[in-house]
């Protein structure tokens, strides 16, 4: 049986072949436009170097926990600090190395951070989790009381296991240590109770 319709001319094998090819190419070209045109929507890298502000929701942290996520490529600690933990801040000014957070302000801590809790609410510290002195990353020793690498009087903080910086919990380091600054404190504000911006503080 004939693959051809009644009435329809037989098409010639050559020239089929050659609009089968014409509409490969011409479908090729096209997509070969088009990705260049998306990729123009895609962030430059440049842009993903100087990384985009992040929004947070923070209602899930409850006191005394930390929520840890990334910003420029570094991990941003977010704590809740209890009413307890804020307390142990009062009267640790003369063994901490910058306790008024004075030393490279506008590198390490905003304006709206210049206080004891280095912080724009009290109970919310927002720090980059990253030593100042050769960018290892402490670890938590929130519990109070004599530990190992820690002193006897231990109000709770920051422990840098590589080389024994520690920190109060407000990020402000302890005298005689390596580390030769505080915690840095990112820009950031809060956009609601629940939700913060790392990366802006237009409105702080």
Not at 17 to 33: D, E, M, N, Y
Not at 42 to 64: H, L, N, T, Y
């Amino acid at each position: 049986m004939s693959d051809t319709l009644a009435g329809t001319p037989p098409q010639d094998p050559s020239k089929r072949t050659w609009l089968i090819a014409s509409s490969c190419v011409g479908a090729a070209g096209a997509l070969a436009t088009a990705v260049p045109f998306v990729s123009s929507f895609q962030p430059s890298e440049r842009a993903k170097a100087a990384g985009a502000a992040v929004e947070v929701d923070i209602s899930a942290v409850k006191p005394g926990e930390k929520l840890t996520v990334e910003w420029r490529g570094k991990p941003v600690w977010i704590v809740r600090r209890t009413p307890e933990q804020l307390a142990t801040l009062k009267g640790l000014e003369g063994g901490l190395a910058d306790p008024q957070s004075q030393r490279n302000p506008d590198e390490l801590t905003p304006k709206y951070a210049r206080n004891e809790a280095r912080s724009i609410k009290p109970e919310f510290l927002v720090v980059v989790g990253i030593c100042s002195h050769l960018g290892c990353s402490p670890s938590d020793k929130f519990q109070t009381g004599a530990q190992p690498s820690l002193p006897d009087d231990w109000t709770g903080g920051f422990l840098c296991p590589c080389h024994g910086s520690t920190f109060d919990m407000a990020g402000r380091v302890f005298k005689n240590k390596p580390a030769p600054d505080n915690l840095e404190v990112p820009p950031h504000m809060f956009l609601s109770d629940s939700k913060l911006l790392i990366g802006e503080d237009k409105q702080a």
